[in-house]
């Protein structure tokens, strides 16, 4: 059971930056994240692969946010630039065997709160 631990959530005001860091148990093939705003169903927002060959990012964060992975840590990390209100949501960090755009993941950690007002 690979275990996931997200840090570096908080509250930002409009157009600032954030970085979520999110350390796996283990070394995994496939990271990521997804979040949740509320009221709303748990959407896609980037992932990629150990290597980095293959990187998926949601439409409505392209160009604005960035994954990278440290392998050596077992980590994967997410900057978050330009932030708008409606970034706001609990992010999730998932790891598994696949990079999807899917909820097909097979760890989830337990979220971080990202909050952006304007």
């Known amino acids: 059971q690979v275990q996931l631990v997200e840090s570096g959530g908080g509250m930002v005001q409009a157009g600032g930056s954030l970085r979520l860091s999110c350390a796996a148990s283990?070394?995994?093939?496939?990271m990521g994240w997804f979040r949740q705003a509320p009221g709303k169903a748990r959407e896609f927002v980037a992932a990629n692969s150990r290597n980095a060959d293959i990187i998926y990012y949601a439409d409505s964060v392209e160009g604005r946010f960035t994954i990278s992975r440290d392998n050596a840590k077992n980590t994967v990390d997410l900057q978050m630039n330009s932030l708008k209100p409606e970034d706001t949501a609990v992010y999730y960090c998932?790891?598994?065997?696949?990079?999807?755009?899917?909820?097909?993941?097979?760890?989830w950690g337990q979220g971080t709160q990202v909050t952006v007002s304007s």
């Open positions: 283990e070394r995994t093939y496939a």
């Open positions: 998932v790891a598994g065997q696949f990079v999807t755009r899917t909820n097909r993941y097979d760890y």
